[in-house]
């Protein structure tokens, strides 16, 4: 088994200012994106030019951050936010959702489609392959927050974490969550939108690719322990939330590409 490598979660801390990694690993998930949106904004086919992204990803930092403490709140620890609601501000203690930070960023796409004229989808398809560099990143700001960790395992890589209040090796999930969030999904997707594809393709897959990633990880990640499982003993709240991506991924790959047949 290994042991959790204990990392102080305060990346800098002057007098009462402390500024702490996971909120780290958010300013690197913006600034890969700006990064990568000024690469992907000089393909011709692009629906933005380079001078656009920076106010993109303005409006896209808004609607993660946003997005995530509210779907956080809606999907998982409503109760936390009844008993404390200045909780709701302490980001940087952890309690973000994806799902609602996925809600947050198309809302923000929406009204940047509009604005640009570009659209809905051209600015989805633009964004996709952006987003998982922030996803990894925000996955190993759970690690060095030492929360999300899996089930018991006797797996040679089974990791102590201290916070579990226990001495049980555990599958390190968020780094799993890292490789295929982060790594894998990245990889596809950047490969897959090299070159022009059909509109809504480039959505659709990144649903479908997240949706099934997060499925599979659930199943050796502990859910929350004020929600435990949903049903049967193992459904989880995070697998509820990722079968519509999956089924809605699947389906936009399916329109994009009949559409462009016909």
Not at 99 to 114: D, P, T
């Amino acid at each position: 088994m290994l042991q959790y490598p204990q990392i102080d979660p305060v990346a800098i801390a002057i007098g009462p200012l402390k500024i702490h990694w996971y909120g780290l690993t958010y300013l690197v998930g913006f600034a890969a994106a700006w990064w990568l949106g000024n690469i992907r904004s000089r393909k011709p086919w692009s629906p933005l030019k380079e001078e656009q992204v920076g106010d993109l990803i303005f409006y896209m930092a808004l609607g993660v951050i946003l997005g995530g403490r509210f779907g956080y709140v809606v999907f998982y620890n409503f109760d936390a936010f009844v008993a404390d609601p200045l909780w709701l501000l302490r980001v940087w203690e952890g309690g973000m959702a994806f799902h609602g930070g996925l809600l947050g960023v198309m809302v923000a796409m929406v009204w940047f489609g509009r604005k640009t004229g570009a659209g809905f989808w051209k600015i989805a398809d633009f964004v996709a392959p952006l987003v998982p560099v922030g996803l990894g990143a925000g996955r190993v700001g759970n690690f060095i927050n030492g929360e999300l960790w899996g089930k018991p395992t006797d797996l040679p890589w089974g990791m102590v974490f201290p916070q579990a209040q226990d001495a049980l090796a555990r599958h390190p999930s968020q780094l799993y969550q890292v490789a295929l969030e982060g790594v894998a999904l990245f990889v596809i997707l950047w490969w897959f939108s090299a070159k022009e594809r059909p509109k809504m393709a480039v959505s659709g897959l990144f649903l479908l690719c997240y949706g099934v990633f997060r499925f599979l990880v659930e199943f050796v990640r502990l859910p929350d322990a004020h929600l435990g499982y949903l049903a049967f003993d193992w459904v989880t709240m995070g697998q509820v939330l990722s079968l519509p991506m999956i089924i809605a991924g699947a389906a936009l790959i399916a329109i994009a590409y009949r559409r462009e047949k016909s």
